[in-house]
């Protein structure tokens, strides 16, 4: 299985805002210095989930899902992580090295 350096993986978190990722899938509202939306991963009629642009992680009051871009990808996308490292970094552009 690939590997990535450690330098990578922190350029391509950086790199990806979770708050833009959220918002091209759910309506996203901002609510204080956090933002807010309806969890994508189940049904629900008033927002559960939220977003800390400061840490860029997220976090379902409902189901209990979070996390940060990494594990928000690879759930929402259902792959790995190799895959959602792949992912990220081909959306902000950044080339990586992968190691066997």
């Known amino acids: 299985m690939p590997s990535f350096s450690e330098e990578d993986i922190r350029r391509i978190r ?10 091209e899938r759910v309506r996203v509202q901002r609510k204080g210095r956090d933002y807010w939306c309806c ?14 642009p400061s840490t860029q992680t997220w976090h379902c009051f409902g189901c209990g899902e979070g996390g940060d871009v990494y594990t928000y990808i690879q759930k929402i996308d259902e792959v790995g ?8 970094a081909r959306r902000a552009n950044i080339e990586i090295k992968e190691s066997a």
Not at 41 to 52: A, G, V, Y
Not at 81 to 88: I, K, P, S
Request: aromatic fraction near 12%; charged fraction near 30%; proline fraction near 6%.
């Open 39 to 52: 969890c994508p991963f189940h049904q629900e009629k008033t927002p559960s989930c939220k977003i800390d």
């Open 14 to 23: 950086e790199a990806n805002d979770l708050v833009e990722l959220f918002s």
């Open 81 to 88: 992580f190799v895959d959602a490292v792949r992912f990220l």
